[in-house]
DNA sequence: CTGAAAGTACGACGATCATCGTACCAAACT
DNA sequence: AGTTTGGTACGATGATCGTCGTACTTTCAG
């Protein structure tokens, strides 16, 4: 039986990822933030919770949506949490470059 | 002596340019097309009035402005059109490999 | 069963954005 | 001097955005 919470999560595909989309997702500090947390370590993986940010819970779901919707993240249930994991592999593949110029820029 | 149009084009220094500010600025389709446009061919110059944009004079003029404050292109007076050219060195230099990914994506 | 934990849903708010039309301006051409 | 050319300045408008509070839901611990 499948979590009732983890049913509506949409994840484009990688081939169908837009630019814009993902430039726009990347060009907000907050959402910079959390794509960095992400990128540390190698690929961990991270709750939606384990992020200081400057901002409220509601807030914070909003820019994972923006997130998850751009293809930038993937998005998964496990409990009352959601685990969060920097799609990688899939935007070197559409974007070759381009994650690790931004995660590089200071 | 100076032409009078030429004086307020205010120009960041490569140093200080922002991450975000050139993500949003590039997060825009007809933005992305006038970078296209000036990158073709290997950083030639064109007016802003080479372009076949969707827009009008005033959004046109907007979206320069855009670029221009966000650090990717240089504008320059010359008679009464005025020239763009894209600050390709600066960008690489002050963000590694982002515009190049970003030029090559499609 | 009760309650806490971790998010989401929804609506609201002010700010920014992309777009436009009109008016304006400076340079070039006649 | 007058006209055309290429653009800017200045609102205005509707859309999107980032932020928040409140209410709700699901899961887990006691």
Redesign the pocket.
């Known amino acids: 039986m499948v979590?009732?919470?983890a049913r509506?999560l949409h994840h484009p595909a990688t081939d169908t990822l837009e630019l814009t989309g993902v430039l726009?997702a990347l060009?907000?500090?907050?959402?910079l933030e959390i794509v960095r947390g992400l990128a540390a370590e190698g690929g961990c993986e991270r709750?939606?919770?384990?992020f200081a940010l400057?901002?409220?819970?509601?807030?914070?779901?909003?820019?994972?949506?923006?997130l998850r919707e751009s293809g930038v993240i993937e998005?998964r249930?496990?409990?009352?949490?959601?685990?969060n994991r920097l799609r990688r592999k899939e935007l070197d593949s559409r974007f070759p470059g381009l994650l690790d110029s931004v995660l590089s820029a200071r």
Chains 1, 2 share one sequence.
């Open positions: 979590p009732v919470m509506a726009h060009s907000d500090p907050v959402r709750r939606c919770n384990a400057p901002v409220t819970k509601s807030t914070r779901t909003h820019h994972f949506r923006v998005q249930a496990e409990g009352t949490a959601v685990v």
